[in-house]
Nanobody, 124 residues
Framework: HVQLVESGGGLVEAGGSLNLSCAAS????????MGWFRQAPGKEREGVAA????????VYGDAVKGRFTISQDNAKNTLYLQMNSLKPEDTAMYYC??????????????????WGQGTQVTVS
C-alpha cells in the first residue's frame, strides 16, 4: 500500500503562485506513475499532470501547460506541483494519485489506485 498526503494549498490572488507537495509513504517503490488531479464543485475530476517513474516523462493537461510544472524528489518520496500564473478557473480541490501500473491514459483517474485526501486551492 501507498499513503499520500498533500499540502501547500491555500488562497492566492490571480497571477500568483503556489507549490503543492505530496508526501508518499509505504510501498513507494511499487508506483509506476504519479499524478495530480483536481475537481471543482459541480465539475468532473480533471487530470492536471503526471510523471512516469523511471523515465521521468511528464505530461500535462491542456489547461495548465506552460503554467504548471510537476516534479518529484525520489530521496524524499515527495511529488510537487509548481503552479504559476494562477487563474480563478484553477480553483479546485487538488489530489495526488499513484498508479501501480503504467496508465494507458494518464488523465483517467480510474487507472490510479492510491489517492491522497486533497488540498484546496482557491484563486481570487
Amino acid at each position: 500500500h501507498v499513503q499520500l498526503v498533500e499540502s501547500g494549498g491555500g488562497l492566492v490572488e490571480a497571477g500568483g503562485s503556489l507549490n503543492l507537495s505530496c508526501a508518499a509513504s509505504g510501498d513507494t517503490y511499487s508506483t509506476s506513475c504519479m499524478g495530480w488531479f483536481r475537481q471543482a464543485p459541480g465539475k468532473e475530476r480533471e487530470g492536471v499532470a503526471a510523471i512516469y517513474a523511471g523515465s521521468g516523462r511528464t505530461v500535462y493537461g491542456d489547461a495548465v501547460k506552460g503554467r504548471f510544472t510537476i516534479s518529484q524528489d525520489n530521496a524524499k518520496n515527495t511529488l510537487y506541483l509548481q503552479m504559476n500564473s494562477l487563474k480563478p478557473e484553477d480553483t479546485a480541490m487538488y489530489y495526488c494519485a499513484a498508479a501501480s501500473f503504467p496508465p494507458l491514459r494518464w488523465s483517467v483517474g480510474g487507472q490510479y489506485n492510491y489517492w491522497g485526501q486533497g488540498t484546496q486551492v482557491t484563486v481570487s
